[in-house]
């Protein structure tokens, strides 16, 4: 058997849970029913309100990538919730979904996130009622992909990466750039051969290449691009 081996290239887009307002309240659970001072339309204006109002209905729909919520018995043994899943195979599969108003909450990818707050399918969330929202690190809350108008709409939780996968028997072992993907004269060695991550914000990972081998193009951030920059990008 060929041996294979895995280039990782970190993401700069966060993942998150783009929450409906009734996900925030987590079907109940815990004990602080202090106010927060804002009302959720339909549940209440206080935890304690909407945990009561939640643990009434019983169960949330979440759509999520494969695998995500993997704690739903753990979690419905706590809150008396029981969490109902659907995985969704690609961003616009997970955006179709929840566009049905038959789901709750949504573990989307920041381009999904996008969508789905600019087309108001889900709406901002109060952090107050989430204790360790504070404890998420800086540098992925508040960002364009997971926040409008200056109000979250999820609750990120990390970076992740991209893996550039080969056969040692096809491609050298000490391959250690994308190039192999994204060069004419590389490409031309692997042509119907390659397979790539089939979604539109893979578009990203090809600006951020060209930021690093054209940078006359002037890319400085691969989410914002001017339409030569993306033209350059798709292409």
């Known amino acids: 058997m060929s041996r294979t081996k895995r280039v ?16 925030a309240a987590g079907c109940g659970g815990g004990d602080d029913g202090g106010e927060a001072g804002t009302e959720i339309e339909g549940l209440g204006s206080s935890l304690e309100e ?3 109002m939640a643990r009434e209905e019983g169960q ?6 494969a ?9 419905a043994s706590a809150t008396g919730c029981t969490v109902n899943t659907k995985d969704g195979g690609s961003s616009d599969e997970m955006i179709s979904l929840m566009q049905t108003g038959e789901y709750d909450g949504v573990s989307a ?3 999904a996130s996008v969508r789905l707050m600019t087309t108001g399918d889900v709406a901002p969330i109060n952090e107050e009622f989430i204790p360790n929202y504070a404890d ?13 108008d200056g109000q979250p709409y999820g609750v990120p939780h990390g970076r ?5 996968m080969f056969r040692t028997d096809q491609v050298p072992e000490d391959t250690n750039s994308w190039n192999v ?3 004419d004269a590389e490409l031309e060695k692997y042509k119907g051969k390659i397979s790539i991550y089939d979604d539109s914000i893979f578009i990203a990972d090809a600006a951020v290449y060209l930021k690093a081998t054209q940078p006359d193009l002037g890319i400085e951030n691969p989410y914002f691009l001017d339409q030569e920059q993306f033209d350059a990008a798709v292409a």
Do not use: R
């Not at 949330?60 to 990538?65: D, E, F, G």
């Not at 695998?67 to 979690?75: G, K, P, R, S």
């Open 8 to 23: 990782a290239s970190w993401a700069a887009l966060a993942l998150l849970v783009a929450a409906l307002s009734v996900v």
């Open 50 to 52: 909407i945990q009561e």
């Open 60 to 65: 949330v729909n979440v759509v999520q990538w």
């Open 67 to 75: 695998n995500y919520a993997q704690l739903t018995d753990e979690f």
């Open 109 to 111: 990818s920041g381009n």
């Open 136 to 148: 998420v690190q800086e540098g992925i809350k508040g960002k364009d992909y997971n926040s409008l």
């Open 160 to 164: 992740g990466p991209n893996y550039l």
């Open 181 to 183: 993907i994204w060069d």
